[in-house]
């Protein structure tokens, strides 16, 4: 009797967490735009530095952490900030603490603000002793040294968008009169390539900024157009295509003491020879801009309209000249300077440069001279960032895939040996932020089985405290099962990784449709050591849904070296689309995947390649949805279209091979093609050019527009796009 009755109890627990996990998923839990999204995240941790001293903020409230013990002490609140800030109007009034930020690693300062408004409060003193009143202008940049803040001042149309310095003292100063629709300053250029992201960059000591100056008169508009008013107007966007006209970059310097501007004398600027040729070959484009320790050097990439030609070039801040060219590289393909120069804080006559020159990108130590000193890392795995440095050790911290192409994890890297130091614990993928010093770093992490965690890690001896270790947010829920594996790619040597999402209820005496989804494209992955291989939530949703997802990098994407990336140059498309069949061939091996039923779903590049593969393979793939697909690349940008294509005058062949022009006639399938309507990235005309093929070639896609909204879906209609893309799936895969 006793042995019955522990019997029955055992049973009753073991039936208790799978009644706790019978919730199911909604896109409102899923994606990014629901409104349940941010409670089915893993809890996050909000932390900073003030010197080496760990700061934890929250809404209300801003704490220290013991670096030894992990215990917190509350530092001030909100309230307070707001108190000593006498914080009694709208401007000046500090709604949360989550932005707070330390600048000033020996001085008990805080740095917290709104949209309208930052300040600086003395948290010791307990008063207020610095506020920018300006700093809500557009691409503002501030720098703590000299508290001189850039932006950019809309004046309306007929005066334009001027660049402005405000300097410590709130003495606003103009830097320019000219600025425009067609001339832009202090703004990103180049569309974004080649990591640059901002247009302006202090010195360290904020006496000096460096500032892109864009004319883009010359470049072709694309017709935007705004539906939203009673009467739709007219919104161009200067869009250069491949092999057309591009834009002219001239980089300025500021100097704040004595109010004056100067040009660096690049081959582009206006004061030089420039050929109006598509093919022009004297360096156009100006990258990764970085300023010498002193402030009296600058530093940065250029580029010719190849892309394979880069040099490492200086000037002089006080005078524009060419100083010196430290360091080229050429490639009969294209080249990528993906990284500005790092100088060691220890040694202002010594720099880090980051090249994949070797077929990996890796860390080369240089003299302002442009000799190389060394090799610093080395081996068939890539460095993804530079953290910073250690200065006690002279060590670099960096991120690498060292350990598994699909992890990344922390090392020292120490200067002088090139000796690395493993700081993780050598799995998932890892990502850490360094103290002032660079003696501690917060390692935020993940693995396929592990949310998220948060470790406190001594650089110096590795040693590591545990901060937080999340629970599983989904743990009251059915979830699938997420897979991992590799596969041969179709030149039968290279690996390629992949990832499967199954039903948590899979039956392999079963039959599933499978929806194979894509990107493909540069600079991107899908397949990660992460929490669930870094699966997408829309996978999940599929999959609790009675499908099975499968996600396969092919050559092409990155973080696995120069020949794999470059594999596609001037094809694109092509050997992508043979590796994802090398996907499909395993899929069809498996007895639990329906062969008649098999559908694929990508975005932007993954929606070229969406339709590429239906109309490739057009008795393979019975559903697609291709959102936001490229369909000819001469349609697209020149920048990232020239690197991987060349121009359409150099490399016709190419752009015909790949165009899906001329293959509209072949689809079979069911295809939706979803774009915004105001996408200014594959701008419409892709798919209403796809669309006008269909129409003569007798083929029937199906079509859905996004109005206001540009290249991905934003807020809540994102929720909407992927019940569009789920229904449409029901629809006809089913």
């Known amino acids: ?104 690693p020996d001085k008990p300062l805080v740095a917290v603000g709104n949209r309208k408004a930052y300040i600086l409060v003395d948290f010791k003193a307990h008063r207020l002793v610095w506020q920018d009143s300006i700093s809500s202008q557009t691409a503002n940049d501030w720098n703590p040294q000299s508290r001189a803040t850039a932006y950019v001042k809309e004046l309306g149309e007929a005066k334009g968008c001027q660049l402005y310095v405000a300097d410590g003292q709130g003495r606003e100063r103009q830097l320019t009169t000219d600025g425009s629709r067609e001339i832009v300053y202090g703004r990103s250029v180049h569309r974004n390539e080649w990591g640059i992201d901002k247009g302006t960059f202090w010195s360290k000591d904020g006496q000096r900024l460096a500032f892109y100056r864009m004319d883009q ?45 100067v040009y660096l004398n690049t081959p582009a600027s206006p004061s030089s020879v420039v050929s109006d040729s598509p093919a022009d070959t004297v360096p156009v484009y100006f990258t990764n801009i970085a300023w010498s320790p002193d402030g009296k050097t600058v530093y940065m990439f250029e580029l010719n309209r190849d892309q394979n030609d880069c040099r490492l070039v200086s000037y002089s801040a006080e005078t524009g000249q060419l100083l010196k060219e430290l360091y080229r590289e050429t490639s009969d393909k294209y080249v990528e300077p993906l990284h500005p120069i790092e100088f060691l804080p ?127 947010p989904w743990k009251d829920y059915r979830q699938p099962l997420f897979e991992n594996g590799t596969l041969k790619a179709a030149d039968g040597t290279t690996d390629l990784y992949w990832r499967m999402v199954k039903p948590h209820d899979f039956d392999p005496t079963k039959k599933y449709p499978t929806v194979v989804y894509v990107y493909g494209g540069p600079h991107a992955h899908n397949v990660e050591a992460s929490w669930h291989w870094g699966s997408r939530s829309w996978e999940t949703y599929m999959a609790q849904k ?24 001037r094809q694109l498309g092509q050997i992508e689309m043979q590796d994802q069949m090398e996907g499909v061939k395993y899929l069809k091996s498996l007895p639990y995947v329906d062969t008649e039923r098999i559908g694929v779903h990508g975005w932007s590049f993954g929606g070229f390649m969406t339709i590429s593969l239906m109309t490739s393979y057009p008795d393979v793939f ?84 996004y109005p206001g909204e540009e290249h991905n879906m934003r807020g809540h209609a994102s929720v909407h796009l992927h019940e569009r893309i789920t229904q449409y799936f029901e629809d006809h895969l089913r």
């Open 1 to 104: 009797m006793k042995i019955k009755n522990l019997l029955i109890l055992a049973l009753f627990s073991l039936s208790l967490p799978m009644a706790a996990q019978d919730k199911l998923f909604t896109l409102e839990d899923l994606n990014f735009g629901g409104t349940n999204y941010r409670n089915l995240q893993p809890q996050n941790l909000w932390l900073t530095w003030w010197g080496d001293q760990l700061i934890q903020t929250d809404v209300e409230e801003c704490y220290t952490i013991d670096t030894k013990t992990g215990k917190k002490k509350l530092l001030f609140t909100l309230d307070q900030i707001n108190q000593w800030a006498e914080s009694d109007d709208s401007i000046r009034f500090v709604r949360h603490l989550m932005n707070a930020t330390f600048p000033y």
């Open 217 to 261: 008169s010359m470049v072709t508009d694309y017709p935007q157009v705004d539906i939203f008013p009673r009467s739709a107007t007219y919104e161009p966007d200067k869009y250069p295509m491949a092999g057309m006209t591009s834009h002219q970059v001239t980089v300025g310097i500021y100097d704040l003491p004595t109010g004056k501007t």
């Open 346 to 472: 220890w040694d202002a006559t010594k720099f880090i440069l980051q090249s994949q020159r070797d077929g990996y990108n890796h860390l080369y130590l240089y003299n302002t001279e442009g000799k190389q000193l060394r090799q610093l890392t080395s081996g068939p795995w890539v460095v993804t960032s530079v953290l910073g440095f250690n200065r006690k050790t002279q060590s670099v911290i960096i991120a690498s895939n060292e350990l598994n192409p699909l992890q990344r994890n922390l090392f020292a890297v120490n200067i002088k040996t090139g000796k690395r130091t493993l700081l993780d614990n050598g799995k998932g993928v890892h990502r850490g932020t360094l103290s002032e010093s660079g003696a501690l770093l917060y390692d935020r992490y993940t693995e396929p089985d592990v949310p998220l965690n948060y470790d406190l890690v001594n650089t110096v001896n590795g040693k590591s405290l545990r901060l937080l270790t999340s629970e599983d």
């Open 546 to 569: 009675g499908y099975i997802l499968f996600i396969l990098d092919n050559r092409g994407s990155e973080n696995r070296g120069l020949a794999f990336e470059q594999a596609t140059f």
């Open 622 to 705: 019975k559903v697609g949805v291709a959102g936001g697909p490229v369909i000819d690349w001469k349609w697209y940008e020149v920048m990232y279209g020239e690197r991987y294509m060349d121009t359409p005058q150099q490399n016709p062949e190419g752009y015909e091979k790949t165009s899906l022009i001329n293959k509209a006639k072949n689809l079979k399938g069911r295809l939706q093609i979803i774009t915004g309507y105001n996408d200014n990235t594959v701008v419409p005309q892709h798919c209403l050019s796809f669309l006008d093929a269909c129409i003569k070639a007798g083929t029937q896609p199906d079509f859905f527009a």
